[in-house]
């Protein structure tokens, strides 16, 4: 018989076993790896420093601005895109797929797998796989950003509508409404803010993502990054970055606005 | 006119969470339903607009069972019955006038309700309805805007509007300070004569049972302890609802 004493007992012990086994976990992989922890955060500053004197856009740079905006703009496009077409493929599936609003058992573990499988392959995979039928184009990356916000965003609507959506449905359905009727004038509405708002995060972190697609497929901000990197121009890669930097930071200065006024 | 017959339920196995539930109501009456957490009140509630289904008995408004309705049926019998929460459970960021209207969807096309296509007739009846519920000023505010009270009162309304012959409200009053759980009870109680409606509330609050309500109906592990007029209702008979649980439960 399982007393309460016990059972705290058990639980306290699971916990310091948990935290032995990560302990054990990194020493072991730092040995396989002859990774020097130490080493490695001693030579952090260096790196730092090494980016600080090589990396430095001078009065030279300022040259390759209009380009590196110019293909920043399309990479942000692209960002964008690709994540809004993601959401909304990614609301009528999670509708499909939550507990509240779904089909049967079936059909919710079925949108559960694919969400999981989109969202588990990594980006550089996806890319690299729809190159070979896509070949180097912007449509290349537009469809890998597109893949993976997608299960990313069936996974996150699918928690909100559970979340937030289950108790004014159950006053619709209530009501005598049908059930698109409770999906339009309930959930939707009701879910609305969050949905934005994971859209919005789902933008940002898609325009970085964005810039490292695009040095696999050749397209936008991530193949100028490439050409100057490897063409040893270091002051013009770092004028990249610097914009991407900018542009990642109004993004997020600018979505943080959007939530405020929304939420 | 309200008829459950031998109503029970079980969600697990051998653990009843009603047994033999039986009882009438007439239209024009206000029934309380009290018991101690975890009795079944909220399982009766949800029985009756077939929110939980139940296992066994008859559920029998004006002479038809809601039990054997199918799916259109069950529509038609949900829109003849309001439902009122503990938490509201409006649409917060709608305004309040469309949460009112809300409670016309049972009777609207697919196709109108999705895009929220309402009369003027509808309008106007959602407009009086806030005005009855004292909430005329706020038909364009949000809901998220209000106070628990008013909220409480935007879900009568919603409820109103469905033309209901049955109000269900599961501890209605829960979330609210006194004086909101006054006005809320009144109004309940009020809108039962004027439009001679049933309604069956659960509460916590047996001073507000025994004041508003015309019936009080007690509950114990899922059976029926008592069925009495609020008026003759004895302390006696109330100390042995919640007593008995309290020995039982440390038994
Ligand atoms: N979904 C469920 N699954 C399993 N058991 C449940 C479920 N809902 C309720 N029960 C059980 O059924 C019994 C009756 O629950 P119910 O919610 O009807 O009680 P209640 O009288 O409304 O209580 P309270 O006053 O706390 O709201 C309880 O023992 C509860 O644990
Ligand atoms: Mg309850």
């Given amino acids: ?14 916990q310091t076993g948990i935290i032995a086994l990560i302990g054990g976990i990194y020493l072991l992989s730092s040995y396989v790896l002859k990774f020097d922890g130490l080493g490695g955060v001693i030579a952090i500053p260096k790196a730092f420093a090494w980016l600080g004197i090589n990396f430095r856009p001078t009065a030279n740079s300022t040259q390759y601005l209009p380009s590196i905006w110019q293909k920043l703009l399309g990479t942000v496009m692209l960002a964008i895109a690709s994540t809004v077409v993601a959401s909304i493929i ?33 980006l550089v995979a996806w890319a690299m796989i729809l190159l070979f039928s896509f070949k180097q184009s912007d449509f290349t990356g537009f469809l890998a950003l597109l893949l993976m916000s997608v299960g990313y965003l069936i996974r996150a609507f699918m ?9 004014t449905m159950l006053a619709l359905k209530a009501t005598g409404a049908s059930y698109f009727q409770v999906i339009f ?74 939530r405020k006024v929304i939420l | 006119m309200l008829e459950v017959k031998h109503l029970e339920k079980s969600y697990q196995k051998d653990k009843p969470a009603l047994t033999d539930i039986n009882f009438s109501v007439e239209p024009g009456t206000f029934v309380a339903i009290i018991g101690p957490s975890g009795a079944g009140k909220t399982t009766i509630l949800r029985s009756l607009n077939q929110l939980i289904k139940d296992d066994g008995g008859q559920i029998l408004l004006d002479g038809g069972d809601i039990r054997t309705a199918n799916k259109t049926q069950l529509r038609h019998y949900r829109r003849q019955i309001g439902m009122v929460f503990q938490n509201y459970n409006l649409v917060e960021r709608l305004t309040v006038i469309e949460n009112v209207l809300h409670g016309r969807l049972g009777y609207k096309s697919t196709l109108a309700g999705v895009f929220g296509r309402y009369t003027e007739e509808e309008k106007q009846e959602a407009l009086t309805l806030l005005k009855k519920v004292g909430l005329e000023e706020f038909a364009l505010q949000r809901c998220s805007d209000l106070s628990g009270g008013q909220k409480q009162r935007v879900g009568i309304a919603r409820s109103l509007i469905q033309h209901p012959k049955i109000i269900l409200c599961d501890e209605p009053i829960a979330s609210l300070d006194p004086a909101s759980s006054q006005t809320v009870m009144q109004l309940l109680k009020d809108l039962t004569t004027e439009f001679n409606i049933i309604c069956i509330a659960n509460l916590h609050q047996i001073g507000l049972a025994k004041d ?30 919640y007593d008995q649980n309290a020995t039982e439960e440390l038994g």
């Fill in chain 1, 1 to 14: 018989m399982q007393t309460p004493v016990n059972y705290l007992a058990r639980k306290h012990w699971k």
């Fill in chain 1, 90 to 122: 990614a609301i009528f599936v999670a509708i499909l797929g939550s507990k509240v609003t779904g089909g049967n058992s079936i059909i919710q573990t079925i949108v559960r797998g694919i969400a999981s499988f989109f969202r588990n392959i990594p």
């Fill in chain 1, 159 to 167: 928690e909100i509508i559970e979340d937030e959506a289950s108790e």
């Fill in chain 1, 185 to 258: 004038q309930a959930v939707i509405p009701q879910i609305m803010p969050s949905l934005i708002s994971w859209i919005l995060y789902m933008i940002e972190n898609n325009v970085r993502d964005a810039t490292l697609v695009g040095i696999l497929t050749g397209t936008g901000i991530g193949f100028v990054f490439d050409i100057y990197y490897k063409s040893f121009r270091f002051d013009a890669a770092g004028m990249t970055v610097l914009s991407i930097i900018i542009v990642v930071i109004v993004l997020e200065l600018l979505s943080n606005q959007i």
């Fill in chain 2, 212 to 241: 508003y309500a015309d019936r009080i109906i007690g509950i114990r592990h899922g059976k029926m302890v008592f069925d009495e007029d609020a008026d003759t209702l004895s302390e006696e008979i109330l100390e042995t609802l």
